[in-house]
Nanobody
Framework: QVQLVESGGGLVQAGGSLRLSCAASGNIFSINNMGWYRQAPGKQREMVAIITRGGNTYYVDSVKGRFIVSRDNAKNTVFLQMNSLKPEDTAVYYC???????????????WGQGTQVTVSS
């Protein structure tokens, strides 16, 4: 079994910054892609940022130039630095990791429990 534990959400004023962290633990042989998704009330979950094991990054257009995704492979941790936050960034942010199990070699995606980010105007 694999667990993803997120931290760093909260309430911030527009223009401010927050840093999210997500640590994976459990029966992990390796992790391919890691990333962040978000879901605002009444909307579908959307991809925010993804980082490959090799460090290639992908962002949704609305956060390009403001958010930075990074990872520490040795600690199985992914980060999301969010700058110049806007009220429309308000959502529950979920961590995602594509994990190969050290127990049976299977590969599947895991999700964190979600962390609330609220940006006030």
């Amino acid at each position: 079994q694999v667990q993803l534990v997120e931290s760093g959400g909260g309430l911030v004023q527009a223009g401010g910054s927050l840093r999210l962290s997500c640590a994976a633990s459990g029966n992990i042989f390796s992790i391919n892609n890691m990333g962040w998704y978000r879901q605002a009330p009444g909307k579908q979950r959307e991809m925010v940022a993804i980082i490959t094991r090799g460090g290639n990054t992908y962002y949704v257009d609305s956060v390009k130039g403001r958010f930075i995704v990074s990872r520490d492979n040795a600690k199985n941790t992914v980060f999301l630095q969010m700058n110049s936050l806007k009220p429309e960034d308000t959502a529950v942010y979920y961590c995602n990791a594509d994990v190969r199990s050290s127990w049976d070699g299977s590969q599947r995606a895991y999700w964190g429990q979600g962390t609330q980010v609220t940006v006030s105007s």
